[in-house]
């Protein structure tokens, strides 16, 4: 019976997919049925959704040891490579499937109303499909390579929103730029699996974990080369240093865009790569500090960038780099932090999935009052926001919510799930010491994301109003089509800590217990280390006074009523001016790589290699040759027979010597 | 009967529907043409099921042609032409119906010409004997030259004559060596035979004339492939001839030279080509290809010169593959042979398709236009997803195998070859979003018209291609196998 409900597992991408061919056709043939577009484009990942609850719901009643796995067709089969398309579930991929089908149709719903008079909605929703169903490939595929359907197709589709208003060349700028970084980190996911092929033999996750332990010796170079090219993947696909520039550019999407792709899922997967293969990063010591690390230094160094920003949503855009920051630094840390970085991922998903809705509702809002008064203004500006809590009551009450869960207030989802990847990160500081660094960098990222997330509300929320005199009469609450799904993960972000209430505060660590058949091979292998109990009472004591100390802060430091609105605003200035730049991160890379290479292929390897060295030189110049040749051959032809000879003979001599040599 | 006889009446079929539409009226060629090149498509489509994998070479026909010499009509296909074959009967149908509107001018002669090209192509892939395989492959140098010639852009006749002396030069020297092989075997056994059969059977040691013969096989193969830096001619071809002249090129003419060297290059010559050297310098011109390829290709104004030069790219990826002799790799290649004649193809038809209705072929003179012609939009997005081999799409599986099956003998190369895909992304994606999108800011484009029902007939079979490929190659790559065990062997005894 359970068997049963699980087998429809291969429902669950096909309804989204059902869905793009439909909503794509009525995209191309009728483009104005935005009814018909609305109901097949929600009610698929509605659908979806409800089948992935019933899967899931099969898990857990099975209690499956080992992963689940349906085979529909040989995909590539050959010789010693055979890759199916094959789904498997199992308990983080059952994880996965909810946050992306549950989130997805909250968010699906809600661009029913924001993108309602768009003229491109049925193109919209026919992207909005294609993700969701290349998202559930991601999470779902039994192997790398279908895996990799997914990676890079949630990458096309973030390309395609991105640039969704195409007519503007930014946003198809950004759109390109996101997939260009993405595939220099789908460079490393490649690289990643011919070495896997190469010492596993298969691609296949159950074989290659399966053998793992008996391939790699703790700490080889093969599974540590194998783990840091995965990680380079996921450093494009979930934008951490180097490959995050792509993120904060990929704002030019319409917001629930923003809200679905990069803030709760399509990120997220290369978190979700990691802790699929946390055995192989438990066999490298050295990649699972790289990823810890490098997740602890982008959580610190976006939250930087995130302090000066003025767009609203780039100041959510840097913030979810911050975030997923810390789900690397949990996954990286391995063990029992692999399920904290999961958790952190899901009440991540909930929190900043409302925060970009939210930050939706008050740009449709301040768009709406401008495009009345057919204001040119910046809708997405903070300078031109200000006060808005008393216009948008419900939005201002739930940005809160998320804003106090995402800081790391107790009892709100976002302080058990950042808490338990800091107190593990710490823990094992007690047996590598470099830990106790990454715990630090975690713990100052964690305050300075309350000072700017409390930066956000008192800038958009609170004191007077600097939209416009002739706009503020026209600021109204979204229609509810677009608050219910606020609603809803208002109340996600508030106690979706429940799911991995720790013991230490009277829960049943529910989620560890779920993920533990996926994670305990990889948590076998770590170096024991935990804390005593009465330090994990300190280490939340501080945790909470960081994030409290951040708010408080920015609630004594910043003065909304001293704002200007964005036209009239000063220039930022010295160190502010180099976090409002972004550490000038874009213009280094534009400098050292981007034109670099433009300038070489077109003025070097066109220019110079191609027209005139191979083709000029080397063509028109053997053309040249040959025509003196031909001169030279008609001097021979002097009508002499004895020079004919002497010709003939050393012709001879010459194949002969070819010849016998 | 059928399997007896197929070969040649795909052979003969066109030469007989050439002749027929060269004395038909004017207006009639094109339909005539089409017709005739379904009917040769539905005559080798049954190949698809009577083909049995495991036999080898099969459907072998043979008549002596000229017995004192050793020539003789021989012809049969294997697991590796066999997918050639059909993809030139199925190429060249879309190739007579894309080109109803494109050819206004001596229609008989272009249909006719593009007829015959068909008996050429299909004659290189079939053909057992090494004297009838030259005459194949110098019958359909000819209606190429004519039709870029003739019917191509306005520097058509500096790229036909370029494009001409190249392969010719390339087919010279492989007339001599062919020869050379001829009065070399025949001088061990007594028997001077063209035979492919008998020539591979009885090379023996050919000692350093071994060396001297690759390389006349070599430069003929590599010029068509084409490898760095034998590639300057393609660019000029293709930017200057007209759309089915250059799906033709790419799709089909290109595959010679990578088919030649899995034919004849390496089973002939086993110890040559896979001298340290040879490898190191197949190996780093394939590489240069990909790299150098795609970030020329990056930067061309004229959107036919950057598939061209993609097509560099894409091929480099070929001669990866057949030097890396291992199972994924070969059939990798085969693969990316098949997948860059519908993808490349398809890109082909659609930027002939940008030029007939605004005359030019600069990215630049677009932007925007997804707004005007969605479906055009649409299309041309899913064929430049497939030529960047975005999983799903058919670009994907052949990349992965080669890159995959490279990796297992020479993993640096294929880490560097690797890196092609993200070249392959900013060339294709840069000219995509330059020409639909951005902003519609040329009054030209306000009004151009979408696909019409015939550009659609000629697109929907090749995005067919595409996700059939990408999904389900399955049906393909068995069909392989055995073809490609064969050619590893053959190459490598014990390997594979």
New interface residues.
Partial sequence: MTRTAMSLVWLVPLLPLLGFVLNGTL??VRPTAKTAVSVIGVGAVVAAFGVAVAVVRALAVGHAAEPVVFTY?????????QVN?ALQVDPLSAVMLLVVTGVGSLIHLFSVGYMREDDGYARYFAYLNLFVFFMLTLVLGASF?VM??G???VG?CS?LLI?FW????IN??A??KA??VN??G??GF??A???I??HAGSLNFTDVFAKARSLFPLGSAAVTAITLFLFLGCTGKSAQIPLYTWLPDAMQGPTPVSALIHAATMVTAGVYLVARCNLLFALAPVSSAVVAGVGALTALFAATIALKQWDIKRVLAYSTISQLGYMFLGVGTGGGATVAGIFHLATHAFFKALLFLGSGSVIYAIHHAYHATHSHEDAQDMRNMGGLKAHLPWTWVLMWIATLAIAGVPPLSGFFSKDEILSAAFARGGVERIWYLFWGMGLAAASLTAFYMTRLMLYTFHGPNRTGERERPLLREAPWVMTGPLVALGVLSAVGGVLNLPALLGGSSRLERWLAPVTEAGAALLPAHAVASGTEWTLIGIAVAVALAGIAGALRMLRPADLLPAQRAPAETGFARVLWKKWYGDEIYDALIVRP??W???EV??KI??VRL??GA??NGAAAVSRALGWVGSRLQTGELGFYVVLFVAGVLFVLH??V? | MYAHWVLTALLVWPLVAAAVIWIAPERAAKHLALAASLVEFALSLPLWWIFVPAAGMQLVQTFAWIPGWGISYKVGVDGISLFLVLLTTFLVPLSVLGSYSYITKRERSFYALLLVLTTGMIGVFVALDLFFFYVMWEVMLIPMYFIIGVWGGENRLYAAI?FFIYTMLGSLLMLVAILGLYFAVGARTGTYSFDYTHVLGNLGDLG??AW?FFGAFFLAFAIKVPM??F???LPDAHVEAPTAGSVILAGILLKMGTYGFLRFALPFFPTVALHPTVTTAIVTLSLIGII?GG??A???PDFKKLIAYSSVAHLGFVMLGIWALT??SV??ALLVMINHGISTGALFFLVGMLYERRHSRLVAAFG?I??VV??LA?TLTVVS?SAIG???TNG??GE??V???V??TH?VA??IA??G??VA??YL??AL?RV?????DKHENESLLDLTPRELAVLIPLLAGIVWIG????PI??RM?PAARQFIQSVQPGA?
């Fill in positions: 995209a191309l067709w040989s995909w590539m089969p050959v010789g010693s490579l398309a390579p990799f359907v990676w890079e197709g096309l390309y640039g195409f007519t503007e060349q198809a700028d759109g390109k997939f260009i595939r220099v789908d460079f490649l690289v699996m011919f070495l092929f190469q290479i433009m070489l292929s077109r390897l066109w290699v191609d191979v083709d080397g063509v070819v010849a040599r | 370029k350093p004339a001297w760095f830096p590639h300057t001619w150098y970030l020329v990056m930067v061309q199972l994924q059939q990798g925007g997804a707004k969605p479906l649409a997803l975005l999983p799903g994907f599986v992965f195998l890159l995959l099956g990796f297992q993993p294929a880490t690797t890196g895909v993200i992304a900013m994606l840069g979003q639909i999108y951005n902003p519609l999904v389900y190659p399955k790559l068995e196998e594979a």
